[in-house]
C-alpha cells in the first residue's frame, strides 16, 4: 500500500530552524518530483519548493528564497525541507506532494502537478 508521511513541524520562534520530512513506503521516492506546499487559514495553499525527480533541480517561491532548502536522502526514502530563519508568515500546514511523471515545469507550484497528497504538518512561528 502507498504511503507517504509527513513529520518534523512545530512551534518555533521567529528567526528558529525546522526541518520538514516526506518519508514514503510502497515506492521509492527517487523517481518522482517532489513538491512542499504550505496552506495558513484563509489562505490558498501555496508551493514553497520542489525538487525535479527529471534532474534533481530545486526550486523555490520567492518568498522562501535563500532560507529553505529541499533535497533528498535515498537511503531512508525520504526527501526533507530545511527551513531556517523562520518567518511568522510561513507558519501553516506544510504538505508533500508527488507528482509520478516529472519533467521540467512550466509551473511547478500548479497544484495540478502533483497525484498523491500527505496529511500535512503543522508549522507555527511566534513568540
Known amino acids: 500500500q502507498f504511503h507517504i508521511l509527513e513529520s518534523g513541524g512545530g512551534l518555533v520562534q521567529p528567526g528558529g530552524s525546522l526541518r520538514l520530512s516526506c518519508a514514503a513506503s510502497?515506492?521509492?521516492?527517487?523517481?518522482?518530483?517532489i513538491g512542499w506546499f504550505r496552506q495558513a487559514p484563509g489562505k490558498e495553499r501555496e508551493g514553497v519548493s520542489c525538487?525535479?525527480?527529471?534532474?534533481?533541480?530545486?526550486h523555490y517561491a520567492d518568498s522562501v528564497k535563500g532560507r529553505f532548502t529541499t533535497f533528498r536522502d535515498d537511503a531512508n526514502n525520504t526527501v526533507y525541507l530545511q527551513m531556517n530563519s523562520l518567518k511568522p508568515e510561513d507558519s501553516g500546514l506544510y504538505y508533500c506532494?508527488?507528482?509520478?511523471?516529472?519533467?521540467?515545469?512550466?509551473?511547478?507550484?500548479?497544484?495540478?502537478?502533483?497525484?498523491?497528497w500527505g496529511q500535512g504538518t503543522q508549522v507555527t512561528v511566534s513568540s
Open positions: 525538487i525535479n525527480g527529471v534532474d534533481d533541480s530545486a
Open positions: 510502497g515506492w521509492t521516492l527517487s523517481h518522482y518530483s
Open positions: 506532494a508527488i507528482d509520478f511523471y516529472p519533467r521540467h515545469y512550466d509551473d511547478w507550484t500548479s497544484r495540478g502537478e502533483y497525484d498523491y
